[in-house]
């Protein structure tokens, strides 16, 4: 298949809003690919490339070869082409690889350079999230699109499940499953205000587990090999050597465990999310300084538990992990045992809670109703300083907003970040009027505006951050709504945030 196919049909899935029209589309082109070109062409349409690094960044982009006039390369080409720019290496390679990028989009097209920068810069907008490319491979493949999803969450790879798919139907499928050495997509929890709200979809009894501000670690042991893979999927074991050695010592002969990996302060306090990922990201001697904490047992001495209810994997946990590696858990059968626990995890310098339903099978990768997270909420009312216009179903609308404290020594704003969470499509349709009326500057790309738009800002905590003037940044900044009760004088201060920084609160 020519990749021009492939462009066309991420451009055609970029300007359609429809989920239908987006699988019909995926599946039409899926069912197109030779079994050599489902795995890399299946990456191509979910807008990742089979390679993680490649060397090319958008440095190497920006002076590239015109298009060409007419499309030739194939799936095959392209994935060859990326294969030979992640082996670049040695002497020379700078020159060597900028030859190899320059010949492939030398050969590309407009469009086909146009979804080339978007796969190497990994910023692909087409709204083919994993849930829609995983129905379109069901539809192009024949095969229920359950099939589809539990293949792609035991794998972690669409591209794999994919090829298995249009190549070996449903028995292809049946063949994946827990496998130590292969990560599997994290089971992940949705989140609720109050844990009366958690409990109302978790049902009790509930198990109420510490939430730990760290890094999700997933660890397979296979006899003496010990494997740790991130949340996305990547392996950082070279990176936690004290926590290999831990699991190493254990007895069993296998294991897939899934828990937190984080940092203390000597007076036993969770370090800031920070510190602890910093840590995770060197590796310094022998010790990263991490400790691991595990909440769930997912397969053990060729004993696969994913399918079990939470109570027996649980139990199967704390039977296998010594007490201390065993997340902090308590046992909730009302609302006010679960605040009770609540409020001695934030009080110990923990996030909040997990609640998880007892009865409840480890959904691989999805985000249902099994396990909420409940932490304590921030807000900020703030003053809007610049908005971006959107991309994918987005266009046309001004979306992500740049958010400022008020400085009160200056008069002027310091920026905070960027947020587009929370946003509905009243509000796009509102803001866009908005703020091009209160626009100063009108950039291709963003739109500078007079400080006078204040709005509510939800968000999870206060982290360090250079990029920032005031040197902070929000963490999961999301829009609650626009306070036109409030003047920018009125907004928040630069202390306030720095207050919460430091435990205080916005008002100390």
Same mark, same amino acid.
């Given at each position: ?122 910023? %692909? ?118 926590? %290999? !050695? ?28 920070? %510190? !602890?990922?910093?840590?995770? +990201? ?62 001695? +995890? ?13 009865? +409840? ?86 739109? !500078? ?8 800002? +939800? ?50």
């Amino acid at each position: 298949m020519l990749f021009a196919d492939v462009a066309a049909t991420s451009a055609a899935v970029a300007a359609t809003s429809g989920r239908k029209a987006k699988i019909d589309l995926l599946a039409a082109t899926l069912r197109g690919f030779s079994p050599a070109e489902a795995e890399p062409g299946a990456a191509f349409l979910a807008g990742e490339l089979r390679r993680r690094q490649t060397g090319v960044g958008w440095a190497s982009l920006t002076q590239v070869p015109p298009p060409a006039e007419q499309p030739t390369l194939t799936v095959t080409d392209v994935a060859e082409a990326v294969d030979r720019l992640a082996a670049v290496s040695g002497a020379g390679s700078q020159a060597r690889r900028r030859q190899e990028l320059h010949a492939l989009f030398g050969a590309a097209t407009a469009a086909e350079q146009l979804l080339l920068r978007g796969l190497f810069t990994g910023e %692909v907008r087409q709204g083919a999230l994993a849930g829609i490319l995983a129905d379109a491979v069901a539809k192009a493949a024949g095969i229920e699109p359950a099939t589809v999803r539990r293949a792609l969450l035991l794998s972690g790879d669409l591209a794999v499940v994919a090829a298995a798919a249009l190549t070996g139907g449903a028995p292809a499928l049946a063949e994946f499953s827990v496998q130590v050495g292969r990560p599997l997509a994290p089971m992940l929890a949705q989140a609720a205000a109050t844990v009366e709200e958690a409990l109302a979809v978790t049902g009790t009894p509930a198990m109420a587990d510490v939430k730990l501000d760290g890094v999700r670690v997933q660890v397979h042991k296979s006899g003496d090999e010990v494997a740790i893979f991130s949340r996305s999927l990547d392996d950082i074991t070279g990176r936690l050597p004290d926590i %290999v !050695t831990v699991v190493r010592a254990l007895p069993q002969a296998e294991l897939v465990l899934d828990g937190e990996a984080i940092a203390f302060d000597p007076a036993g306090r969770p370090m800031p999310f920070q %510190v !602890t990922a910093s840590l995770a +990201a060197t590796r310094t001697g022998a010790d990263s300084g991490l400790s691991a904490y595990f909440f769930d047992l997912l397969r053990v001495d060729g004993e696969n538990l994913i399918d079990e209810p939470g109570h027996r994997r649980w139990h199967a946990l704390a039977e296998t992990v010594p007490a201390p590696m065993v997340i902090g858990r308590t046992p909730v059968g009302s609302a006010e045992a679960a605040t009770d626990a609540f409020a001695q +995890a934030v009080r110990a310098g923990h996030e909040g809670l997990v609640l998880k339903a007892v009865d +409840a099978p480890y959904d691989v990768g999805r985000r249902g109703g099994a396990w909420v997270k409940v932490k304590p909420r921030h807000t900020l009312d703030l003053v809007v300083l610049a908005v971006e216009w959107g991309h994918g179903r987005r266009k046309g609308w001004l979306s992500n907003l740049h958010l400022g404290a008020r400085d009160p020594r200056t008069g002027g704003f310091v920026m905070l970040g960027k947020t587009f969470k929370g946003l509905t499509d009243e509000m796009l349709r509102w803001q866009t009027e908005r703020f091009q009326r209160l626009a100063v500057d009108k950039g291709d790309w963003v739109v !500078t505006v007079r400080p006078e738009q204040v709005v509510e800002i +939800a968000f999870d905590g206060v982290q360090t951050s250079p990029r920032y003037p005031g040197g902070v940044a929000l963490r999961f900044a999301r829009v609650l709504r626009y306070r036109d009760d409030k003047k920018a004088g009125e907004a928040d201060t630069i202390d306030d945030v720095l207050r919460i920084k430091d435990g205080a609160g916005p008002n100390g």
